[in-house]
């Protein structure tokens, strides 16, 4: 017999499957196809809706929509302002000088200064332009600035300009008009007298294409040579001289800046009952006379446009009031002077004298001579510039008829004139194509 072996015999151990938690007989479902997006929001609006949404956005915000996507820029085109914004002023600061009877402070800073016109406003300079403290500022339009040399040229001298884009930070130095631009060039040149100069157009808000002039007295009539600036390119022509308007003055009297108001330019002469005017379609000079009433009283005015409409008008001190006189409608003028029609009378002046610390109080003579308006604001702001002799620099709003005193951080006054700075309007990349 075959013995049986004694002991323990090892049962096999059985595989467990471990189950994970949770777990059932039940099959995963199948995965769920995911659904389709929604539309942007941006792309559910209606074309009003988009339109009436970024018509209420400052003109900063709104150039930042613009660049969204095309739909948004197409839409932002057509809710951009008709005139350009105001992004600040440029001027010299002065010193403050001493009041009268010290001699008037012409104590000014070579290099230009940018003043914001508000917190939203870019910090613009003029450091891109390292020769800028050898020129002046004569205008401002359009997006550019406009310079002649500081240092005076000698008579029958034309200067070269500078033209700056603060914005794009791009220069051009145009060189003084040849000669050759004038036939009988050496005829004039002994009576010539340089006058100023001034922009007259821009054909690409984008590009450094633009016009501008300069104008001298030929034999005591006005003659403008036109620059053509075309990306850096530049060619001078020299127009026949206004032999219709005669100046039987010294040249001197006449302001070498000029104003741009509803559509035209104008220049100030003073201790004189008219301007000098010019169409820049048909570079055409002119007389403008301003209101006899304001000529016979030997009255200080400014030229300048109202805020409201752009219409032109004229600020003025008489009779110790501040008047404004706007240039009246064709159907309207039989109660007209000149032309002109006394809109309202802003103030008295004693209140403006009264406003500026340590004028005296009861001096007539010198709160007359010491205080008056030297600018209508370009930007039309509604507001005017005030300057004095000895007592700083002032913008007055001529609705509230609040004053604000002028002065930069360095403690300078504001120079003058002051050079509402805009951007090149419409921007390039909202241009129309034939522009």
Known sequence: MTQKKRGKTKKKAKTKTKTPPFSNSVPPAPPVEPEATAPATNDVLAEDALRDILGRLSVADLLRAALACHRWRRVASRCLPRSAPLLGYFFHPTAPGLPSPQPFCKDFDPHAAFAPFDASSPRLSLDFAPDADRFLLMDSHQGLLLLHPAMQLPDGVLPRLLVLDPATRRRTLLPAPPRDTLPDDRRWRSSRHYVGCALLSRAHPGRLCFKALCYALDGGHPRAWVATVNDGK?????????????????????????????????????????????????????????????????????????????????????????????????????????????????????????????????????????????????????????????????????????????????????????????LAWPPAFLAAPEH
């Not at 809109?343 to 003579?365: Q, T």
């Not at 007055?396 to 002028?406: A, S």
């Open 234 to 422: 530049c060619v001078w022509r020299a127009l026949p001289r206004a032999t219709h308007i005669s100046v039987d003055f010294d040249p001197y009297w006449f302001e070498g800046r000029c104003v741009h108001a509803a559509g035209k330019m104008y220049w100030h002469i003073c201790n004189s009952a008219r301007l000098l005017a010019l169409d820049p379609a048909t570079l055409r000079f002119s007389d403008m006379l301003v209101p006899d009433f304001l000529a016979d009283h030997f009255c200080m005015f400014r030229i300048g446009e109202t805020p409201e409409d752009g219409r032109l008008c004229i600020l003025a001190v008489a009779n110790q009031q501040l008047q404004l006189w706007v240039r009246g409608e064709a159907g309207g003028m039989s109660d007209s002077d000149n032309g002109w029609v006394l809109e309202r009378v802003i103030m008295d002046m004693d209140v403006v004298y009264d406003a500026v610390p340590g004028l005296p109080k009861h001096d007539d003579k010198h709160r007359f001579w010491s205080v008056w308006p030297s600018d209508l604001d370009a930007g039309r702001t509604g507001k005017a510039f005030i300057r004095t002799w000895g007592y700083g620099r002032y913008s007055l709003d001529l609705n509230t008829r609040k004053m604000e005193r002028l002065a930069t951080k360095r403690g300078k006054n504001y120079g003058h004139p002051m050079f509402a700075y805009t």
